[in-house]
């Protein structure tokens, strides 16, 4: 099988009602479509969990999830839905997730994990420390969003020498030469800066599931090598359990 047939999305609000992704099953239906359409084989449902806030138990989100399950089936006997959160980061997230109120990325121990967007540096360093001391490996969340990283390679360089993983949105890398974020995230990505390109999909409106369209837009500017490390390799080495 051609690497770019079966994508494996890690970063997506795919379940009705869960968060501010799916307003319902039937716009779930319509993602799932526009997932398989974009050669995505394995979509890792991530609704976000807010230490503090109301959030969906574990066992009504596995529910939700083997609906959604039931529904992929129908499109495409392969297409799977596994489990996760996106964490909001607080000290308090290593308690939720060890007592299992919180969930890593498909029962293994990589975390995807999310800061408040203006956070400082050396607060976001903290949590990444908390997050690996306790033996979770942190994925960072959309890192474009951070204002304290923005345009700061070394920052990120630090981060990932910390034992952080790097998350970025497929939307983040499109645009052309002009668009100067874009261009900037094309570097880091080939800076080996970047472990893992999401969709981080919200509907079927905007936000959209979108994996092959990013491919496609990276390959006209960045080398095959690390566009398929990034969308093939990494992914399957977080769905094994083993260090990417
Ligand atoms: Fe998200």
Not at 8 to 20: K, V
Not at 69 to 94: C, M
Not at 175 to 204: E, M, P, T
């Amino acid at each position: 099988m051609n690497w770019q047939d079966n994508y494996i999305d890690m970063h997506s609000h795919i379940l009705p009602g869960a968060d501010d992704g799916s307003e319902s099953m039937e716009q779930t239906i319509s993602m799932l479509h526009m997932a398989y359409k974009e050669h995505i084989g394995t979509i890792i449902a991530t609704p976000h969990y807010i230490p503090g806030e109301d959030n969906p138990s574990v066992e009504y989100l596995r529910d939700i999830a083997e609906q959604v399950q039931q529904q992929a089936y129908k499109i495409n006997k392969n297409l799977r839905i596994l489990l996760g959160n996106e964490l909001y980061y607080s000290e308090s997230i290593i308690e939720e997730l060890k007592s299992g109120k919180a969930m890593t990325l498909a029962d293994s121990s990589y975390v995807l994990v999310e800061f408040a967007y203006g956070i400082d540096y050396k607060s976001m360093c903290r949590g990444i420390n908390n997050l690996t001391c306790h033996g979770y490996i942190p994925i960072l969340a959309h890192i474009e969003r951070y204002f304290c990283l923005h345009r700061d390679a070394n920052k990120v360089d630090e981060l990932v020498k910390m034992g952080c993983y790097i998350q970025m949105n497929c939307h983040s890398v499109m645009g052309g030469f002009f668009n100067a974020d874009a261009s900037y995230n094309r570097k880091l990505l080939n800076n080996n800066l970047v472990h893992i390109v999401s969709s981080d999909c919200h509907s079927d409106r905007t936000r959209v599931p979108m994996m092959q369209t990013a491919v496609k837009h990276l390959l006209k500017k960045c080398d095959e090598e690390p566009v398929k490390k990034i969308f093939l390799e990494n992914p399957t080495r977080i769905l094994e359990n083993i260090y990417i």
